[in-house]
C-alpha cells in the first residue's frame, strides 16, 4: 500500500489494528529500497565492534558528565551521535516515523520512502523469547535475554550466531523520550528483519516520491517538526536557517 496523506496513514493503521491486537512499532527511511539493517552490520567488517566501542570512549569520556557503566549505554551513546552499532531505531509512534522517512527533501526528494511497521512480539517468537504468562512480553536491556547481545558476549564467543530482537531501553535522553524510542539490536547473524521467519512480523508501506513534501507539511502543521524529535540548540539553528532561505 502506498501512503500519499496523513489519513492514508490513519486509514491503514484503523485497518492493522483491527485483524491484529498487538504492539506496532514504526520507522521511517527515505528510501523504499533500503533494508532493516543495522549501519554496523552494513559496513566491510574491517573494524570489529568492539575496536569502535574503544575509539568512541576514548575521545568521549572527558566529554560526558557521568560515564556509562555498561556496554549497551555506550551503544546507545554512539548510535546517538552517529556511529555504527548493531542498534535499529525505531518508534512507538507512527508519526515520528514517517517524519524521518520525509523530512530531508533536499537529499532524498527524489527517491520513494518507506513506513515500516513491525510487531515485536511475533519478530520475538523468531528468536525464541515468547512469554507465555505474558502476551506481548518484550524485553529490555536489563533481562537475561539480552545478556547474548552484549559487546562483551559477542566479542568472546563468534560461533554463535543469533536472530535479532526487539527490546525497550531507559529512555534517559530528551531525543529518545522526544521519539518515543524503542530498539531493535542484531547479533552476529548478518540478516535484514524483514527476512527473517515467515516475514509476517514486518510490513512496508511505500511513500511516493511526489507525496513526500505534500506529508512533510501536514506533519509540520500537527507539530512534528525538527525541535520537537530533536530539542536541542542546533535544531533551533537549523530551523531559522530554513525559514530565512
Not at 569520556?61 to 556511529?83: C, N, R
Not at 516515523?97 to 527517491?111: C, P, R, S, T
Not at 505474558?134 to 563468534?158: A, H, M, Q, R, W
Not at 512480523?201 to 511513500?207: E, M, Q, T
Request: hydrophobic residues 40%; negative net charge.
Amino acid at each position: 500500500m502506498e501512503i500519499n496523506s496523513i489519513q492514508d496513514l490513519l486509514a491503514k493503521l484503523e485497518e492493522l489494528h483491527h485483524d491484529q491486537n498487538q504492539d506496532i512499532w514504526y520507522r521511517g527511511q527515505a528510501s523504499s529500497e533500503w533494508s532493516l539493517k543495522p549501519y554496523y552490520l552494513r559496513l566491510d567488517g574491517r573494524q570489529s565492534e568492539s575496536t569502535l566501542l574503544k575509539r568512541f570512549k576514548q575521545s568521549a569520556a572527558m566529554l560526558i558528565d557521568t560515564a556509562p557503566k555498561e556496554s549497551f549505554d555506550w551503544l546507545f551513546l554512539m548510535q546517538h551521535y552517529g556511529v555504527p552499532t548493531r542498534l535499529l531505531d525505531w518508534s512507538e509512534s507512527p508519526l515520528v516515523a514517517l517524519y524521518f522517512a520525509v523530512e530531508n527533501l533536499e537529499k532524498h526528494g527524489n527517491e520513494d520512502g518507506a513506513l515500516w511497521l513491525l510487531y515485536p512480539s511475533e519478530l520475538n517468537k523468531n528468536a525464541h523469547i515468547n512469554n507465555r504468562d505474558e502476551d506481548g512480553y518484550i524485553p529490555s536491556f536489563e533481562d537475561e535475554e539480552l545478556v547474548s547481545y552484549s559487546v562483551e558476549s559477542l566479542k568472546s564467543n563468534t560461533r554463535v550466531q543469533l536472530l535479532p530482537v526487539a527490546t525497550i531501553a531507559t529512555r534517559n535522553n530528551a531525543r529518545i523520550q522526544a521519539q518515543h524510542g524503542v530498539f531493535t539490536i542484531h547479533h552476529h547473524e548478518n540478516i535484514a528483519l524483514e527476512d527473517i521467519g515467515n516475514r509476517k512480523h514486518a510490513v512496508k508501506l511505500v511513500i511516493p516520491q511526489a507525496s513526500k513534501e505534500i506529508l512533510k507539511k501536514q506533519l509540520a502543521l500537527l507539530g512534528y517538526s525538527k525541535f520537537q524529535l530533536f530539542p536541542e540548540l542546533s535544531s533551533i539553528g537549523d530551523i531559522i536557517k530554513e525559514s530565512i532561505q
